[in-house]
Nanobody
């Protein structure tokens, strides 16, 4: 299974951006997919996840601004980000595993998954 992220770049404060994560080499509909982000000098933190039944969630600090969705026909998971702030500047990664093995710990912001993409940089200018 390989994951590839698309859509990062530079955006102004208050702007919007959509990231895409394309899964190949496996049956997309059988995988849960999540997004994590990494700030410079820090570890990765969970952002959102979506399971095979389309259920999912996002971290409370981004709810209302960031949403996750999946398109099984396109083997793609999207991360829609609105009203972006400089504090959203980070490298964004998608990750995948089965519903059972994709583990989100909202208390520690950690995400465990077998497959990871290379990441895409999102920079929000002030």
């Amino acid at each position: 299974v390989q994951l590839a992220e698309y859509g990062g770049g530079l955006v102004q404060t208050g702007g919007s951006m959509r990231l895409s994560c394309v899964l190949s080499g496996g049956a997309f509909s059988e995988y849960a997919v999540a997004w994590a982000r990494q700030f410079p000098g820090k570890g990765r933190e969970w952002v959102c996840e979506v399971y095979t039944d389309d259920s999912g969630s996002c971290r409370p600090s981004v709810e209302g601004r960031i949403t996750v969705s999946r398109d099984n026909a396109r083997n793609t998971v999207f991360l829609e980000m609105n009203n972006l702030q400089p504090s959203d500047t980070a490298a964004y990664y998608c990750a995948a595993d089965t519903d059972t093995n994709l583990i989100v710990n909202s208390a520690t912001d950690s995400l465990e998954a077998q497959y990871w993409g290379q990441g895409t940089q999102v920079t929000v200018s002030s």
